[in-house]
T-cell receptor, first 115, second 116 residues
C-alpha cells in the first residue's frame, strides 16, 4: 500500500515569488508520481508526472518537480507565481505496474497567491 | 484533445432520493474510475468501472449505495442511492487510455452534489 503526505495544507505567497509545495510518499514498490491542480469549482487537471528517466520533470504553466528516491519526495516548484496559480494542488502516487491503477492522493495544498 | 464530460455539473437533492451521474468520453478508453471528494477533503476512490461486468469497489463502498454501470468503452454512470446529507460531495470520474497513455488518469470536471 502507498501513502502520500503533503506537509503544508496552505501556502500563501506573493505574486512573482518562488514557491515549493512539498510531497512525500511511502511505498514498498516502485511508483509513478503525479501532481494535479484543481482550480475553484473545477475538476482536476494534470500538471506533470514522473514515470521514469530524468528525475526533473517539467509540466504545464511553468511548474516543475523533482523526484528524489532516497528522500521519497516529489516536491513541486515554480520560480515565479502568478495570481492565476491560486488553486488546490494534489500530489498522487500509483503502482508501477505498467498500467494506471489506483491513485492514492495526498490531502492537498492550497496555494494562495496575492499581490 | 479528448474531452471528458459529466452530467449533471451540479445538483441539489432531497434526502432519501437517488441521483445518477454520467461520465462520457469522446474517445475509447481502457479504464474508468469514480472518486468522491468530500468538502475540503482530498479524493477517495469509490470504484473501478469495468466494462460489461460488475464494478470493483474499494473498502467502505458498496454496490447497493453506489451502483455503477459501464456499458461500453466511452460511458459510465454512478448512482448515489438513498442519499443523506453526508453524501454531499464532488463526484469525479477519471479515465485511463486517452491518446494511448496507459499510465495516467485524466479527470472529468466533476459533479457537485448537495443533499438537503
Amino acid at each position: 500500500a502507498q501513502s502520500v503526505t503533503q506537509l503544508d495544507s496552505q501556502v500563501p505567497v506573493f505574486e512573482e515569488a518562488p514557491v515549493e509545495l512539498r510531497c512525500n510518499y511511502s511505498s514498498s514498490v516502485s511508483v509513478y508520481l503525479f501532481w494535479y491542480v484543481q482550480y475553484p469549482n473545477q475538476g482536476l487537471q494534470l500538471l506533470l508526472k514522473y514515470l521514469s528517466g530524468s528525475t526533473l520533470v517539467k509540466g504545464i504553466n511553468g511548474f516543475e518537480a523533482e523526484f528524489n528516491k532516497s528522500q521519497t519526495s516529489f516536491h513541486l516548484r515554480k520560480p515565479s507565481v502568478h495570481i492565476s496559480d491560486t488553486a488546490e494542488y494534489f500530489c498522487a502516487v500509483s503502482d508501477h505496474t505498467g498500467t494506471a491503477s489506483k491513485l492514492t492522493f495526498g490531502t492537498g495544498t492550497r496555494l494562495q497567491v496575492t499581490l | 484533445s479528448a474531452v471528458i464530460s459529466q452530467k449533471p455539473s451540479r445538483d441539489i437533492c432531497q434526502r432519501g432520493t437517488s441521483l445518477t451521474i454520467q461520465c462520457q468520453v469522446d474517445s475509447q478508453v481502457t479504464m474508468m474510475f469514480w472518486y468522491r471528494q468530500q468538502p475540503g477533503q482530498s479524493l477517495t476512490l469509490i470504484a473501478t468501472a469495468n466494462q460489461g461486468s460488475e464494478a470493483t469497489y474499494e473498502s467502505g463502498f458498496v454496490i447497493d449505495k453506489f451502483p455503477i454501470s459501464r456499458p461500453n468503452l466511452t460511458f459510465s454512470t454512478l448512482t448515489v442511492s438513498n442519499m443523506s446529507p453526508e453524501d454531499s460531495s464532488i463526484y469525479l470520474c477519471s479515465v485511463v487510455g486517452l491518446a494511448g497513455a496507459t499510465d495516467t488518469q485524466y479527470f472529468g470536471p466533476g459533479t457537485r452534489l448537495t443533499v438537503l
